[in-house]
């Protein structure tokens, strides 16, 4: 520092020593924000990670409510198949003439 200043040497000293902390404290600040940048992060892929198996779980639940919805309806469609195949061949009208006939041999 220059002696002969204009201003008390006390008071450079201290503008100097302010300064230097701040350039001394600049390393710290930096890993500082480093480090919330990194925990911030964290959180959000914490958050995703969430959200993933939220919609995992939900995606599966839809799954199996198809599947047991499919299981109910075998029967269901079984004789539904049934019923079209009876409809479209000669059995009604078969089992209509075997009925007629029965009816005329009691009387």
Known sequence: MAIPTPVNGQITDAVTQANVKVLGDAPAMAMGSIFQSLAHSTGILYENAVS????????????????????????TMADSVATSKI???????????????LQATKG
């Open 52 to 75: 993933a198996q939220q919609q995992i779980g939900i995606t599966s639940q839809a799954a199996t409510n198809q599947g047991v919805i499919q299981i109910y309806s075998v029967d």
């Open 87 to 101: 409809a479209k061949s000669d059995v009604p009208d078969n089992m209509l003439n075997l009925l007629t006939a």
